[in-house]
């Protein structure tokens, strides 16, 4: 029997984060989540159970330098992540079109979802307490499968319908941004702090 692999779907995950950038990152966040009045109202006013600066602030990078920071050693993540991915970019780069922060309080979650307009997304993790979300990926061909089995319980990874993954403080997930993914509920005692981005051509 002769069985090939097509429609690959890859996420990247790294540790590139160390405890001086995550310590400056969770005092920076926490200043943020205090400081940022359009932000908590964005929040209550949509159901966020917690803090994101998502739809409040677009200048992270300008406004500290510890976001600087984490940009700089994003980009070689980026770059190496699309190369490996074999996308052709026309010669041009992928650039930076937003980043914000997430401050995640027990029981809050976030649903399913993509991110347009853009080529990748990711998130790194500055704060992950025992019990907190994972991050839900969904199969992109779910949709389409109508009448097909679900994948058996011990299925590998590989051919299950979803995967989740428990991040972990100072790594990084990169995945293309039409992929659905969603934030499951935070059984944790305390909330979990990351930064999420976008890349667009």
């Given at each position: 029997?002769?069985?090939?692999?097509h429609?690959?779907t890859?996420i990247?995950?790294?540790?590139?984060?160390?405890?001086e950038?995550?310590?400056?990152?969770?005092?920076?966040?926490r200043?943020?989540?205090?400081e940022?009045?359009?932000?908590?109202h964005?929040?209550?006013?949509?159901?966020?159970q917690?803090?994101?600066?998502?739809a409040s602030?677009?200048?992270?990078?300008?406004r500290a330098?510890c976001f600087?920071?984490l940009?700089?050693i994003l980009?070689?993540?980026?770059?190496?992540?699309?190369?490996h991915?074999?996308?052709d970019l026309?010669?041009?780069?992928?650039?930076?079109?937003n980043?914000?922060v997430?401050?995640?309080?027990?029981?809050?979650?976030?649903?399913?979802h993509?991110?347009?307009?853009?080529?990748?997304?990711g998130?790194y993790y500055?704060?992950?307490?025992?019990?907190?979300?994972?991050?839900?990926f969904?199969d992109p061909r779910?949709p389409?499968?109508?009448?097909?089995?679900?994948?058996?319980?011990?299925?590998d990874?590989?051919?299950?319908r979803?995967?989740y993954?428990?991040?972990?403080?100072?790594?990084v997930?990169l995945?293309?941004s039409?992929?659905?993914?969603e934030?499951t509920?935070?059984w944790?005692?305390t909330?979990?702090?990351?930064?999420?981005?976008?890349y667009?051509?």
């Amino acid at each position: 029997m002769t069985i090939s692999r097509h429609f690959v779907t890859e996420i990247l995950r790294e540790s590139i984060g160390d405890a001086e950038l995550n310590a400056d990152l969770n005092d920076t966040i926490r200043m943020l989540a205090k400081e940022d009045r359009a932000g908590r109202h964005w929040c209550k006013e949509n159901g966020y159970q917690g803090y994101t600066s998502y739809a409040s602030l677009d200048d992270l990078p300008q406004r500290a330098t510890c976001f600087d920071q984490l940009v700089r050693i994003l980009k070689p993540q980026v770059e190496a992540f699309a190369a490996h991915l074999q996308m052709d970019l026309r010669g041009k780069r992928l650039k930076l079109d937003n980043i914000w922060v997430n401050v995640l309080e027990p029981g809050g979650s976030h649903t399913g979802h993509i991110h347009p307009h853009c080529v990748l997304s990711g998130t790194y993790y500055v704060k992950v307490p025992d019990g907190a979300s994972s991050l839900k990926f969904e199969d992109p061909r779910l949709p389409m499968m109508m009448s097909a089995p679900a994948p058996r319980e011990e299925a590998d990874e590989a051919h299950r319908r979803f995967v989740y993954v428990a991040p972990k403080v100072g790594e990084v997930l990169l995945w293309e941004s039409w992929l659905r993914h969603e934030v499951t509920v935070n059984w944790a005692a305390t909330s979990r702090i990351s930064v999420s981005f976008n890349y667009r051509l």
